[in-house]
């Protein structure tokens, strides 16, 4: 009997070790899952891979989450579900104030889908996010992670890679010491010119990575979950010409939809926990 007694300790503390992370499996597979989204949307997990691009950025249920951009809030329908019993999600949204009216509406309709939902979506708080002049996504060192997917793009374009850094210096403002900082973005080769960043929407990864670690932030990990080798990223209405956007209509659909999403990167950065 004594020599089980060391191995009944031993198998408690290795299942005591492994439940925190089938529990956060579990509870992303049922946000994932769930009813809530609609089959449209479900659809696009398979370019998108949500349950292994969240794990590889270590996301857990109760972490204090930023989800920067959330646009129609895609994501927003796995992070809120997920972090609604013992974690917090705050979407760092269109700014209020603005006079562009698809800013506007944008905003109306994420507050009527989920902010009006908090039976679904529990208690999603509100914050502005407009590079580069409005950055108070988060308490200073509040967040334990901070998401930004397909995004950099948008802000390279409307501010430049000056008001792109002050945007990453903001997420690592708002990270607790140890935070992590995860990105994905349409990925344009190295080769090409990067110019076409601006008219084409995809980024070059060495270019996201610098300004990152320019903020502060120390590259942990790239991934290739996301990676799609049929884009080659040159297309006539830049990214927006693969799915889902098909800009083209009907012209060469085909084509477009065997090609599937775009090529993305997959970044996982932590803010050092001492300087």
């Keep these: 009997m004594k020599k089980l007694i060391p191995l009944s300790i031993a198998g408690l503390m290795a299942l005591s070790l492994t439940f925190p992370q089938a529990y956060a499996s579990d509870n992303l597979t049922n946000a994932i899952n769930g009813e809530h989204r609609s089959e449209a949307a479900k659809q696009r997990d398979q370019f998108r891979h949500p349950k292994e691009t969240l794990e590889f950025f270590g996301f857990k249920p109760s972490m204090t989450v930023v989800e920067i951009s959330p646009g129609g809030g895609w994501y927003t329908q796995i992070l809120a579900p997920a972090l609604k019993d013992s974690g917090k999600l705050v979407a760092a949204h269109f700014d209020p104030e603005s006079s562009v009216p698809y800013y506007q509406k944008g905003l109306a309709k994420f507050?009527?889908?989920?902010?009006?939902?908090?039976?679904?979506?529990?208690?999603?708080?509100?914050?502005?996010?407009?590079?580069?002049?409005?950055?108070?996504?988060?308490?200073?060192?509040?967040?334990?992670?901070?998401?930004?997917?397909?995004?950099?793009?948008?802000?390279?374009?409307?501010?430049?890679?000056?008001?792109?850094?002050?945007?990453?210096?903001?997420?690592?403002?708002?990270?607790?010491?140890?935070?992590?900082?995860?990105?994905?973005?349409?990925?344009?080769?190295?080769?090409?010119?990067?110019?076409?960043?601006?008219?084409?929407?995809?980024?070059?990864?060495?270019?996201?990575?610098?300004?990152?670690?320019?903020?502060?932030?120390?590259l942990v990990e790239a991934s290739e979950i996301n990676a799609n080798p049929k884009d080659n990223a040159q297309h006539p209405k830049g990214v927006w010409t693969l799915p889902p956007s098909l800009r083209l209509g009907d012209t060469d659909k085909e084509k477009y939809m065997a090609i599937g999403e775009s090529d993305r990167m997959t970044l996982k950065f932590v803010k050092p926990a001492t300087k």
């Excluded at 995004?151 to 607790?176: C, D, I, M, P, R």
């Design 111 to 218: 507050k009527q889908n989920f902010i009006e939902k908090a039976d679904v979506y529990g208690s999603i708080a509100l914050t502005v996010f407009a590079p580069p002049s409005k950055l108070d996504i988060a308490e200073p060192n509040s967040a334990d992670m901070v998401l930004t997917f397909r995004n950099v793009h948008n802000w390279y374009a409307g501010s430049g890679q000056e008001g792109t850094e002050k945007a990453f210096a903001s997420f690592f403002k708002a990270l607790k010491p140890g935070g992590v900082l995860g990105v994905v973005e349409h990925r344009l080769p190295e080769a090409m010119d990067q110019q076409e960043q601006i008219r084409s929407g995809y980024m070059k990864q060495s270019l996201v990575i610098k300004m990152a670690e320019k903020a502060g932030f120390k």
